[in-house]
C-alpha cells in the first residue's frame, strides 16, 4: 500500500504541469473570444481600449504563457488578480454566492493562478528548460 501511494505522491509535479497546461489553455480560450471573435460570443468584436479587451489581451497573453510555462509565476500572479477584478467588478455585485452570480469560474481560475505564482510551472515548462540552459 505505501508503495502504490508512494508512486501517487510522486506523480505530484507533473500533475501540477498538467494543471497548469489545463488552467493556462481554458483561460487562453476566454482571451480568444474577447481578442480573436473565436469561438464566437457576445464578447466578439471587443474594443482593445475597453475593460473587457484589456482583459482579453492579459487572458490571451497570459493564458499562452501559462500554458506554455513561460515567466509562470508572473503571469499566473497578474491573472490572479485580473480574476479577482472580473469576480468583483462582473459577478459579485449580482449576488453574493459565486454558484449563483455565475463567478465559480473566476474563483477558481483566480486561486489556481494564485496557487501556480508560488508553486511555478512544474517539470514540463519552459520555465524548467529555461533555467537548465543559465
Known sequence: MASGLSF?????????SVLRLMAGLLLLE????KILGFPPSNFSG???????????????VGGALVAVGLFTRLAAFILSGEMAFAYFIGHFSKNFH???NQGVAA???C????????????PW??????????
Open 8 to 16: 501517487w505522491r510522486a506523480l505530484a509535479p507533473h500533475f501540477l
Open 30 to 33: 476566454y482571451g480568444t473570444m
Open 46 to 60: 471587443t474594443s482593445l481600449a475597453s475593460l473587457i479587451g484589456i482583459a482579453g489581451v492579459l487572458e490571451l
Open 98 to 100: 459565486p454558484a449563483i
Open 107 to 109: 474563483v477558481l481560475f
Open 111 to 122: 486561486f489556481v493562478f494564485l496557487y501556480l505564482s508560488a508553486a511555478g510551472g512544474g
Open 125 to 134: 515548462s519552459l520555465d524548467r528548460i529555461v533555467r537548465r540552459a543559465d
